[in-house]
C-alpha cells in the first residue's frame, strides 16, 4: 500500500516557492477557492477526541462546540479525518501501561460508536482504496491513528490487534519520553532527562514492526535525534500528522530545516497544525490566564474534570481570547476536539 498516497497536503515545497517568488499576489475569490477544493480529497489527519465522544454528550452527528463534527466537515468541504485514539504520556510502569491501555480501548470504541450509529453518513477506512470508495459513495471518511505509542506497553505483541482494528499511523511519543524514544517536550515531573534519549531497542522493534504492519510511523511530538532515527530505518515514508516549522516560529514540538529535508528524502510527508503556540507567541494574558483556568478547573486533567468545569474552562477562556485576539490566522477556537495536540 502507498502510505502517502491519500495525505494531500505534503509542505517541503520549497523549490515550488522559490520559483513562485516573482509572481505577483492577488486575491482569490471564494468561488475560485471551492472550484479547487471540490476537485480534491481532502484529509485532517489529526483530530483528538473530546470526553465522551459519540454520546449524547458529545454528538459528531450534529453541531457541537468541538471543532470537527458532519455539519462542520459538510460545510467546510472536509471529506475524511484521522480520528485519534490519544493517550498522555504516564508512567514506565504496569501500571501506567494498564491505564493506558484501558483509556485507548475507550477511545476505540467510541470510534466505533461512531460509524455504527451513522452508516448512511461516514465510513471507516483501512486502505487508501476504502478511502476512495467511501468517498465515492458520498459518505465521510474516518480513519484511525494512535496518537502515542505509550499503551503498547513493553512489547510490540498488541501492534497486530490494531492493526487489524485500522490504526494506520502511530506517533511515536507524545508530551514526554516512552518506552520507544524521545519526546521534543520532556516531562521532568516524570523523572525525563531533558536530552532526547534517541529511539530505544524496543522504539527500533517498533518501528520495524510498523513497517511490516502496513501503520505510518507518525513523527510529530517526537524529540530531533529520536525522529532522525525514525527516518533513517524506517522502510515506507513516515509523516508528520500535525507539526510545525521552526523557520515559521521557534517551539521544540516544530521541524526544522534538517528534519524537513529528512522527510523529503524519505518520500514522506508533513502535516502543518494551526495552533496558536506552533505559529507565533501567544498574547502574555492569554498566556497567564489560561494557566490560572487550567489550576482552577483542570487540576486533575481534561479526562478528570466534570462536564461543567469543562464547559466552564471553555467558555472563560473564550472571553480571554475575545478580550485579547491573536493574530488574524490564530483566531479560531481551539478549546475543543484538538485541544491536545
Known amino acids: 500500500m502507498n502510505h502517502a498516497r491519500f495525505l494531500l497536503v505534503a509542505l517541503l515545497l520549497a523549490p515550488w516557492l522559490v520559483a513562485q517568488a ?9 468561488a475560485e477557492a471551492w472550484a479547487v477544493h471540490d476537485r480534491i480529497l481532502t ?51 504496569e501500571d501506567g501501561y494498564r491505564a493506558a491501555r484501558e483509556r485507548a480501548e475507550e ?33 465521510l471518511v474516518a480513519l484511525i491513528g494512535m496518537g502515542n505509542a505509550y499503551p ?13 482494528r485500522g490504526v494506520r499511523y ?45 501503520i505510518m510511523v507518525d513523527i510529530s511530538h517526537v524529540g530531533k535525534r529520536t525522529m532522525m532515527d525514525a527516518v533513517a530505518m524506517s522502510r515506507a515514508p513516515v509523516i508528520a500528522s500535525h507539526s510545525g516549522a521552526m523557520g515559521q516560529y521557534e517551539n ?35 498566556a497567564s490566564g489560561q494557566a490560572e483556568l487550567r489550576r482552577k478547573y483542570l487540576a486533575e486533567g481534561w479526562a478528570g474534570a466534570s462536564a461543567e468545569q469543562r464547559e466552564a474552562y471553555a467558555t472563560e477562556l473564550a472571553e480571554l481570547r475575545r478580550i485579547h485576539p491573536d493574530g488574524p490566522w490564530l483566531n479560531s477556537s481551539t478549546t475543543s476536539t484538538t485541544r491536545s495536540t
Not at 22 to 30: I, L
Not at 48 to 56: E, I, R
Not at 156 to 164: I, N, Q, R, S, Y
Not at 176 to 204: C, K, T, V, Y
Open 22 to 30: 516573482d509572481r505577483v499576489p492577488r486575491d482569490v475569490t471564494e
Open 43 to 93: 484529509i485532517d489527519t489529526h483530530v483528538d477526541l473530546g470526553a465522551n465522544y459519540a454520546t449524547h454528550l458529545l454528538d459528531p452527528g450534529g453541531f457541537t462546540r468541538a471543532q470537527v463534527d458532519f455539519p462542520k466537515m459538510r460545510a467546510g468541504g472536509l471529506d475524511a479525518a484521522f480520528l485519534i485514539v490519544y493517550l498522555a504520556q504516564g508512567r514506565l510502569d
Open 107 to 139: 477511545m476505540y470504541r467510541s470510534i466505533k460508536r461512531l460509524v455504527r450509529a451513522y452508516p448512511r453518513q461516514i465510513g471507516l477506512a483501512r486502505t487508501a482504496d476504502e478511502v476512495e470508495a467511501i468517498h465515492a459513495s458520498g459518505r
Open 152 to 164: 503498547l506497553g513493553e512489547s510490540v505483541d498488541e501492534l497486530p490487534l490494531w492493526a487489524e
Open 170 to 214: 502511530v506517533g511515536l511519543t507524545h508530551m514526554g519520553h516512552n518506552q520507544f524514544g524521545g519526546s521534543s517536550n520532556p516531562r521532568f515531573d516524570l523523572g525525563d532527562r531533558e536530552r532526547d534519549p534517541g529511539l530505544s531497542a524496543l522504539g527500533r522493534e517498533l518501528v520495524r514492526a510498523l513497517n511490516d504492519h502496513g
Open 252 to 286: 521544540p514540538r516544530n521541524l526544522d530545516d534538517e528534519q524537513f529535508k529528512a522527510i523529503r528524502d524519505n518520500g514522506g510527508v508533513a502535516q502543518m497544525v494551526a495552533f496558536r503556540s506552533y505559529l507565533a507567541d501567544v498574547h502574555p494574558e492569554i
